[in-house]
Structure formats: structure tokens, C-alpha cells
């Protein structure tokens, strides 16, 4: 993982100490941790119950949850200041804080091959490039006990499509104009013209409320529809996919009405298998098995 995102992590972690997880008590816009972890939770429900590891853990908040379900979990993240917050989080639960420790997803030497029944990895492969990718996934795979599970959470790059806004302008420089028009000069008139049919190209803002991580530091997003094909080719089967972080309208409508990011909350879990979150989820989490 590149320095620029540890450094990124290495400062938020106050704010992700006074904010993930608190949807309720800080009055938070969306409960996105709280929305992931009961995803996860439940595409791993059926799993018999063993020896987890998360990969890129953060707060811990993951390692405690699983742990209450019956896990016997551990867990690194490679900002110093993410793992003193797990620690104090682990000590508030009752739990010794030699769990987690600090470490890169690209480098597991600290555990033995097959050592794990799953590695779950939430927030963190958006961050990798394709040769950093490769390496977590072929780390992981290590790790994994035969038959083991790795539960693996992505940004879904099919939802620019609905955004309407720079994002919708990236996705089809970036996915769909290429497959079509080889002359660079080509496919910038098309953008210009695209751009007119777009009514908010430049928008969201990219500081302020309305402003994403990916204008501050790198990410990576995924297609969904493909993944599967791609988990193949790291040593995994795609058992089923489930998308989180719903939106029922596009996001730019959430400023002139706030209530209306809300009304998916309800939805979440009994839509996350629904084919609709290809367009309307932000996320999703794959679940994958060694082979």
C-alpha cells in the first residue's frame, strides 16, 4: 500500500474514532460502517465458525463483531495510529489487544500458510493498485486453509453510471469510449459532447459535505459484474456477491433534500442481493472460496 494512503489513515484515525460506527450517536449523514458490517456479517452467517483474520482492520470494529459471533478473530492495519485505535476499542470490549497488529495486506509472513478458516478485508482493496492487488489476493490465498473463505469488500464502479455527474463523465472516458474509438482526438469531442447532455459534469464539489475520498487520495473501483472472472484468476470461486450503501435517487439530489439519502437504511439488507444494486450500490462485498 502506497505512503499516501497510509499517511491519509494515519491522520483520519481521530476522525474515525469520533465518527465510524456512530450513526446514532453523532448524527451521521448514512450509517455506511454500520450498513457494511451487517452485510458481511451476514454473507458469512452460514460459515462454520473458526479462525478470521482482517486485513486491513482499522478500529477493530469488524474483529470485535465477529468475535461476539463466535470467531476467534485477529486483524492488522498499516496506519499506527488505526491500530492504537483498535487497541483502545479491543480493551473497552474485554479483549487483548495483541489481536491486531500493525501490518501491510501485501506482506502476511506473520502467518502461516493455511492458518485461516477466512480473511475478511473491508475498506481496503479500493486503495491497492493492480500489482498491490495482486499480491494481497495471492497473500490471502496463502494464508486460507483449503476450501477457506475470503469475504472482500469493494467500490462498485457501475454506480457512476447513475450518478449523472464527473463521475458518470469518468466512467465512460475511462470504460466505454475506449472499447470503441482508438483515436484520443475522437473520443474528446465525444466527451465534450457527452458533457452537454450532463447537467452537473462538474459536480459534486470536491470539498464539503458532498465531497468523496476519491478526491483525496486513491482508490480503485471494481465492476461487479466481472469480478467473479477476476477472483478466478487469484486461486478463488465467487460464492455470491452482495451490494450495500444504496442510493434510491442520484446523490447530487441529496443537497436540496437530505431525507431522501436516507430512505434506503430500511432496504439494505433485504435488497443486497438484488440485481439493482449493480446501478443503485456505491459498494459490494464478494464472497470468495479457495480453490
Not at 500500500?1 to 474514532?17: C, L, P
Not at 461487479?224 to 478466478?232: R, W
Request: proline share 4%; charged share 25%.
Amino acid at each position: 500500500m502506497s505512503k499516501a494512503v497510509i499517511d491519509y489513515w494515519e491522520q483520519g484515525a481521530e476522525r474515525y474514532r469520533d465518527h465510524a460506527y456512530k450513526f446514532n450517536l453523532k448524527g451521521e449523514r448514512y450509517p455506511f460502517y454500520e450498513t457494511r458490517r451487517s452485510l458481511m456479517a451476514d454473507m458469512a452467517k452460514n460459515l462454520p465458525r473458526g479462525k478470521l483474520l482482517d486485513a486491513g482492520c482499522g478500529g477493530a470494529a469488524l474483529v470485535i463483531h465477529f468475535q461476539s459471533l463466535g470467531w476467534d478473530c485477529y486483524g492488522f492495519d498499516g496506519a499506527s495510529n488505526m491500530v492504537k485505535v483498535a487497541h483502545d476499542n479491543l480493551k473497552e470490549c474485554g479483549l487483548e489487544t495483541s489481536r491486531v497488529t500493525q501490518g501491510d495486506v501485501t506482506d502476511l509472513r506473520a502467518y502461516g500458510d493455511a492458518s485461516f478458516d477466512i480473511v475478511i478485508s473491508a475498506g481496503v482493496m479500493e486503495y491497492l493498485n493492480l500489482e498491490e492487488e495482486k499480491r494481497a489476493m495471492a497473500e490471502a490465498h496463502r494464508v486460507l486453509k483449503p476450501g477457506g473463505h475470503l469475504l472482500v469488500e469493494n467500490i462498485n464502479g457501475l454506480f457512476d453510471i447513475s450518478t449523472f455527474n464527473r463521475f458518470t463523465m469518468g466512467f465512460y472516458a475511462d470504460q466505454v469510449l475506449p472499447l470503441f474509438f482508438q483515436d484520443k482526438a475522437e473520443r474528446e469531442r465525444l466527451m465534450k459532447r457527452i458533457e452537454g447532455l450532463v447537467t452537473n459534469p462538474d459536480k459534486p464539489s470536491r470539498q464539503g459535505t458532498f465531497s468523496t475520498t476519491r478526491d483525496q487520495v486513491f482508490t480503485r473501483a471494481e465492476i461487479p459484474l466481472s469480478y467473479g472472472a477476476k477472483a478466478k484468476s487469484f486461486g478463488f470461486e465467487q460464492v455470491e456477491q452482495g451490494f450495500y450503501r444504496y442510493h434510491a435517487v442520484p446523490p447530487l439530489l441529496f443537497e436540496a433534500e437530505p431525507t431522501l439519502e436516507q430512505v434506503p437504511i430500511a432496504h439494505e439488507l433485504a435488497l443486497s442481493r438484488h440485481w439493482i444494486g449493480n446501478l443503485m450500490a456505491s459498494g459490494f462485498v464478494a464472497l470468495l472460496k479457495k480453490v
